[in-house]
């Protein structure tokens, strides 16, 4: 049975990616179903972590209509 998890802001998101205990699979998993991409080449966590930082500081502060729908390394 997989526990669920709960994210509420994009603030959290990076919360929970930042713990140690989180695989990179994990990570990726809830990163990409949190911001609706597809996460590709991002086989490190320093790398989705850095990348989600991007993502979310370019494309959702100010509620842009259209984002892209990959998340790749910067």
């Given at each position: 049975?997989?526990?669920?998890?709960?994210?509420?802001s994009?603030?959290?998101?990076?919360?929970?990616i930042?713990?140690?205990?989180?695989?990179?699979?994990?990570?990726?998993?809830?990163?990409?179903?949190?911001?609706?991409?597809?996460?590709?080449?991002?086989?490190?966590?320093?790398e989705?972590?850095?990348?989600?930082?991007?993502?979310?500081?370019?494309?959702?502060?100010?509620?842009?209509?259209?984002?892209?729908?990959?998340?790749?390394?910067?």
């Amino acid at each position: 049975m997989e526990k669920e998890i709960i994210i509420g802001s994009n603030n959290e998101l990076l919360e929970f990616i930042k713990q140690e205990d989180i695989t990179i699979e994990e990570a990726l998993e809830v990163v990409s179903k949190f911001l609706n991409v597809i996460c590709i080449d991002l086989k490190i966590k320093k790398e989705l972590i850095e990348s989600t930082e991007y993502y979310i500081n370019k494309f959702c502060q100010n509620h842009l209509a259209e984002k892209p729908l990959f998340l790749s390394p910067v």
